[in-house]
Nanobody, 128 residues
Framework: QVQLVESGGGLVQAGGSLRLSCTAS????????MGWFRQAPGKEREFVAA????????SYADSVKGRFTISRDNAKNTVYLQMNSLRPEDTAVYFC?????????????????????WGQGTQVTVSS
């Protein structure tokens, strides 16, 4: 498994921006697919964005397309989520997750299933 540590959450007004970071250790980072998920109170954890390992291909939930950008720096073992034009409905705990490259290839990256390691979560609150 991988140890994941998120940072960068906080309180922001609607229309504002935040950048989340997630640093990984314990496995060869560049091969892993990395994902961001979120969970609002009383709701299921949902997919936000993902980026594959070696190819860096990205995927986004429809609700965040055009506003959020996922990226990775393999030299720093870190994945980022740049969140712009934030809305109150983006309020949630955001989780970083890691999936082995082979598992992500077989199962896809937009569900919880391929991810075997999760961070502790970071709170994002968007006020109206």
């Amino acid at each position: 498994q991988v140890q994941l540590v998120e940072s960068g959450g906080g309180l922001v007004q609607a229309g504002g921006s935040l950048r989340l970071s997630c640093t990984a250790s314990g496995r060869t980072f560049r091969y892993d697919a990395m994902g961001w998920f979120r969970q609002a109170p009383g709701k299921e954890r949902e997919f936000v964005a993902a980026i594959t390992g070696l190819t860096g291909r990205t995927s986004y939930a429809d609700s965040v397309k055009g506003r959020f950008t996922i990226s990775r720096d393999n030299a720093k073992n870190t994945v980022y989520l740049q969140m712009n034009s934030l809305r109150p409905e983006d309020t949630a705990v955001y989780f970083c997750a890691a999936a082995r490259g082979s598992t992500a290839l077989a199962m896809g990256v937009t569900t919880l299933d391929p991810y075997d390691s999760w961070g502790q979560g970071t709170q994002v609150t968007v006020s109206s």
